[in-house]
């Protein structure tokens, strides 16, 4: 059977290839449609295989709240073009919903899960499968899944369209009063970027390397050079504190009310609720973070392209 139109077409609906590709698959394949899908999966299987080893900093990171659960995924692409594509939103939204009923516990295990949206198909293989059809590589990078088992509430917050997303985790009542808290501190969260929950939460060994940063920059400062030890050491323990104030999300000075600091603003609404409120955990995701972008002059990839 010859690849006509209708079969390039229903080929084409099926898979998402190209139209040439589809084409070619039904000349190779006689016009078989089923054995046309195989062929442009294995081909397209294998064009996958090619872009992974490109860079992929750019996508979104998607979030989902249900109930008790929430989930929040990153999943990248190689354009901003492609992160902006309704096929591709689809695609990061059935991850983040796989995510909030997943047991995985990082993303190499969540690849190898079942994916529920195919038929026996894993992630990883659905995953290939979608670089197939959109051209480009991409990447479920990382993910967080929170479940609360006390009384309370799971505040999120998404700024730019997926460029930053954060989860905030509070126990306390279910309330309009602590539900705007919430969004307040995502949106703070999302600006200033807190490493840590409260100091006790930083890591023993990062507060020493710090200090012993600030102590040695202290002493070769030669402003400092009649100073005794002691009024040094306090200065090197202040610029610590202010250091830790910045990182840690509940020594921050309140971004709306700057008279108070985080600590103090959740104290409040506490006393306006008439409960105790406490801020558990959070996460915030800025898509492509730490992900080094291959800079190309555009002339250059041009002429690249006509030499090839």
């Known amino acids: 059977m010859a690849a006509t139109p209708a079969l390039i077409r229903e080929l084409r609906e099926l898979t998402g290839s190209g139209m040439s590709d589809c084409k070619k698959a039904l000349e190779e394949t006689g016009g078989d449609i089923k054995k046309a899908v195989e062929f442009l999966r294995e081909k397209g299987l294998a064009a ?23 989930a929040m995924v990153e999943v990248n692409s190689e354009t901003d073009f492609v992160a902006k594509n309704a096929d591709f939103m689809t695609y990061v939204g059935d991850v983040v919903a796989q995510v ?22 894993t992630v990883q293989d659905a995953l290939k499968g979608k ?80 200090r012993k940063i600030l102590d040695t920059a202290a002493k070769n400062d030669p402003a400092n050079a009649s100073k005794p030890p002691q009024v040094i050491e306090k200065m090197v323990e202040g610029r610590l504190n202010k250091q830790l104030k910045e990182i840690c999300l509940m020594e921050q000075e309140y971004v709306k009310d700057t008279q108070m600091t985080v600590k103090g603003y959740v104290e409040s609404v506490s006393k306006e609720v008439g ?30 392209a006509m030499q090839g």
Request: with cysteine.
């Open 100 to 121: 909030l009923d997943s047991k995985s516990a990082d993303a190499e295990a969540f690849l190898q899960e079942k994916w529920a949206k195919g038929s026996g198909e």
């Open 131 to 210: 670089i197939a059809t959109i051209g480009e590589n991409l990447n479920i990078r990382r993910f967080v899944r929170f479940e609360k088992t006390t009384p309370g509430v799971i505040c999120s917050y998404v700024h730019g369209g997926g460029k930053i997303g954060v989860l905030l985790d509070i126990d306390g009542p279910d309330s309009e009063p602590v539900k705007e808290m919430g969004y307040n501190l995502c949106m703070q969260i999302a600006a200033l970027f807190p490493r840590y929950l409260n100091v006790s939460d930083v890591d023993k060994d990062f507060i020493e390397s710090e």
């Open 48 to 70: 996958a295989e090619k872009k992974s080893g490109r860079i992929a900093a750019e996508g979104v990171v998607g979030l989902q709240v249900a109930g008790n659960k929430a």
């Open 275 to 304: 409960a105790e409120i406490k801020l558990v955990r959070f996460a915030c995701f800025e898509k492509g973070e730490g992900i080094e972008k291959k800079q190309e002059d555009f002339a250059e990839e041009v002429a690249k």
